[in-house]
Structure formats: structure tokens, C-alpha cells
């Protein structure tokens, strides 16, 4: 064999080992290595990496069906997370580089997700992103995430979109240490990650990402959270995100959203409560059928329909406009809502409206 093309295999070969290596442990590794190589070393290096590739399969395996199915899940209820890659300079402020796109604006428009309807890709590295990498930049992914979810399905969803296995993002989301900076303690509840686009270099660890994820939800709420303390002291922060998570399973648009958390408010001064079904569900582990008018006695703490007042934790992840809706509602004087033809919320201000079907106003969903 030619010199020329000993070492032009030779750098396959290293490259190819390179990829796999990234692959199962996220970490970029660089080769120095003598300008000679023998070529039983160029096997024995290819047949290592095929290996390596190989043994990231079975591992994988156990968990596939249970990916699959909340990707199922997701895109069936609110379409599917996307997921991008974009590349910047590597030179770029590491805090700069992490924050998400802006939080808030997938409802406006009167959807729950601009998602796209294709299932979401696990990202798997390539020769562009080795090549980027050598030139001295690295791959960002841009991370989208729904509302309605809980922190088990996203962890899941990170799993199923090729990040790292589930339980380290669940690990990472419950530290110690991590919740203690924001007065949280394990486990944390759901709804504290917000619905939206998070961006970070491609094979950040999961406590990373996780720590990201809590710092956008403290710097997207904090204003928020000082406006509801200020309007409703008798409410701790994590009962107005509660009430927001109520609000985001029976919603869809921001209009609607502060409609339906006057009607919650009107009902929490009077005394009256919230009777939502998505608590009952939820109380229930959010079983995959339709709600039967048997459940609606289910003893649970989440049920609002035996309890008083706001349960004790959310039930599901929100959007910024859920939270600025509990924040701040429409002022009305409706007392009941419900969904009408079209999917439509349907308001009145009595019972005899509500159980007539009388059609007081309406919002999209």
C-alpha cells in the first residue's frame, strides 16, 4: 500500500471511531497519532467502532416501545416536538448561546403548537458536524418542547429524540442542589418547565439542559410571579402556576386562556369550585380514555370536584401565556364554562345558562 493512501485510511478509520465514540458518550474526542499505522491497528480500530455501534443498539433497545408510543402521544394531542440543528461559533458566551427562543407566542394565533406534524428525529452526529467541530465550531440544537406534558414524558421525549437515556434528565431535573436555588425540593412538580424552544450545544449533558430549563422558568415568571404575589397575597407562586396549568388543558388561545381564568378566579371568591375535568384526569394518571360521570367522585387531592380551592401541585407543563392569564384575567362575570360545537368555549354567568346551553360568548379553544 502507498504511503498517500495508508494514511488516507488511516484517518477514515480514526474519524469513523471518532463518530461512534461521540454517539455513546456525547464528548468529542481528537486523535494525535504517528504518521505510520500498521494495518491490523486500521482493523481492529474499524471493528471496535462497528462494535461500539452495535452495543448502543441493544442498550437502547428495552426502551424503544415506550418512545415510541409518547411520540405517538404527543403528536396525537399537540403535534410533535421539532428538533433543528443550527451551527455557531464556538467562541460565543456559553449563557448567550443557551437561551431559548421566545416563550409565549405558540398560542397567539389560536393554536396549542406550530409544531409540525412529522415525528420527532433523534439528531445523530455526522461528518458536517465533525467537520464544524475541527474548524473550531460547534452544533447547537434547538429543542422544542409542548405544553400539557409532564416531566416523566418530556424526559421520555428527550430520550426518544436521541439526547441520553430519560432517567438522567429525570435525575438531573430532581438534584438537590439545583431545585434548593429556586426554594424547590425533590421531586419537582410538574409544570416548572415551560413550554417552548430551548437551544444548546449538540451532547450537553442532561443536568445541563436541566438546569437551563429552571433558569428559563425562574427569568421568564419572576415579573409575573411579583405581580401575583402583589394581586393575590393570599396565593403562593406555585398555586397561581397551578391554576395555570388548569387553565392550559382547558384553553388554547390567550383570549380564551383569560376568559376561562376569570371564570377559575369568579369561582375561587365566591367559594364555588373549580370542577375541571383535566384535574380529574390527571388524579387518575391521565389514563388514555374518555372521562366517565363516575369520576368525577374519584378521591384524589387533584380532583377539583371534591376539593376546595386549587390542588396541590400543577398538572402539566404551560406556556408563558397560561401563567400571564392566571396573572392577570379577563374581567367578566362568568361562572361556568364549557365546550361547544366547533370546539368553541362556551361562557354564561348563571347555572340555568350553563345547563341550557345558553351561548353567552365564546373564544376559540
Not at 44 to 58: C, D, P
Request: aromatic residues 8%; contains cysteine; proline residues 7%.
Amino acid at each position: 500500500m502507498k504511503h498517500y493512501e495508508h494514511e488516507r485510511l488511516h484517518d477514515l478509520a480514526a474519524r469513523c471511531l471518532r463518530q461512534r465514540l461521540f454517539q455513546r458518550t456525547g464528548h468529542s474526542i481528537r486523535f494525535v497519532t504517528p504518521k505510520r499505522l500498521p494495518w491490523r491497528a486500521i482493523v481492529a480500530v474499524a471493528a471496535l467502532a462497528t462494535a461500539a455501534f452495535g452495543l448502543s443498539l441493544v442498550v437502547a433497545g428495552p426502551s424503544l416501545a415506550a418512545s415510541k408510543a409518547l411520540r405517538r402521544y404527543v403528536r396525537a394531542t399537540h403535534g410533535a416536538p421539532r428538533v433543528e440543528t443550527a451551527t455557531s461559533p464556538a467562541t460565543a458566551p456559553l449563557a448567550a448561546s443557551m437561551l431559548p427562543q421566545p416563550f409565549g407566542s405558540a398560542n397567539e394565533s389560536g393554536s396549542d403548537s406550530q409544531a409540525s406534524d412529522a415525528l420527532p428525529r433523534p439528531v445523530a452526529p455526522t461528518t458536517d458536524y465533525l467537520l464544524d467541530d475541527l474548524r473550531g465550531s460547534a452544533t447547537y440544537v434547538v429543542w422544542t418542547l409542548p405544553s400539557r406534558v409532564t416531566n416523566t414524558q418530556i424526559a421520555l421525549l428527550w430520550q426518544a429524540n436521541g439526547f441520553g437515556p430519560a432517567l438522567e434528565l429525570l435525575t438531573a431535573l430532581n438534584d438537590d442542589r439545583l431545585l434548593a436555588k429556586y426554594g424547590l425540593r425533590s421531586p419537582l412538580p410538574d409544570g416548572y418547565i415551560l413550554a417552548g424552544s430551548y437551544r444548546f450545544p449538540k451532547g450537553s449533558p442532561a443536568r445541563t439542559v436541566a438546569a437551563l430549563m429552571l433558569d428559563e422558568f425562574h427569568a421568564a415568571t419572576a415579573d409575573l410571579f411579583a405581580d401575583a404575589r402583589r394581586l393575590y397575597p393570599s396565593m403562593s407562586s406555585q398555586d397561581v402556576l397551578t391554576l395555570a396549568s388548569i387553565i392550559e388543558q382547558e384553553a388554547g388561545t390567550a383570549d380564551g386562556k383569560r376568559r376561562v381564568s376569570s371564570v377559575f378566579h369568579n369561582r375561587l371568591r365566591r367559594g364555588m369550585r373549580l370542577q375541571s375535568e383535566p384535574t380529574i384526569a390527571y388524579g387518575l394518571g391521565n389514563p388514555q380514555r374518555s372521562m366517565m360521570p363516575s369520576d368525577r367522585s374519584a378521591q384524589s387531592p387533584y380532583n377539583t370536584y371534591v376539593i376546595d380551592g386549587i390542588p396541590p401541585s400543577p398538572i402539566c407543563s404551560v406556556s408563558l401565556d397560561s401563567i400571564r392569564a392566571a396573572v392577570h384575567p379577563a374581567e367578566t362575570a362568568y361562572l361556568f364554562f364549557d365546550v361547544g360545537e366547533g370546539g368553541k368555549n362556551r361562557f354564561s354567568t348563571t347555572l340555568a345558562e350553563h345547563v341550557g346551553g345558553s351561548l353567552a360568548d365564546t373564544s376559540l379553544p
